[in-house]
């Protein structure tokens, strides 16, 4: 089974940026769709962004035009580069590592989160 763990978090200001990195152990990185979540105090976990394995992304509406998806797969390494952070956008951030079964995304593996913190 691929493992996966997140770095990159922190405390950053409102307007600021942040860019988590997510790297990945194991072979056959490339071939898997992967994505962010979040989960903020008292709410449910929520989409942030996608990729599949040929690098087509898609975000959540609350991030959309803020937020950019990328990976390296020489690199076994998933990235989001957050900008124009808001409070709202305080949360623990998840990588995942999945694969889509039609329109539906079934994640086979989960990094153990990351805090980001947008406060003045």
């Known amino acids: 089974q691929v493992q996966l763990a997140e770095s990159g978090g922190g405390l950053v200001q409102p307007g600021g940026s942040l860019r988590l990195s997510c790297a990945a152990s194991?072979?056959?990185?490339?071939?898997?769709?992967m994505g962010w979540e979040r989960q903020a105090p008292g709410k449910t976990r929520e989409k942030v962004a996608h990729?599949?394995?040929?690098?087509?992304?898609n975000y959540g509406d609350s991030v959309k035009g803020r937020f950019t998806i990328s990976r390296d797969n020489a690199k076994n390494t998933l990235y989001l580069q957050m900008n124009s952070l808001q409070p709202e956008d305080t949360a623990v951030y998840f990588c995942n590592l999945g694969e889509y079964s039609g329109s539906f995304y079934i994640v086979r593996s989960w990094g153990q989160g990351i805090q980001v913190t947008v406060s003045s």
């Open positions: 990729i599949t394995s040929d690098g087509s992304t």
């Open positions: 194991g072979s056959r990185f490339s071939i898997y769709a």
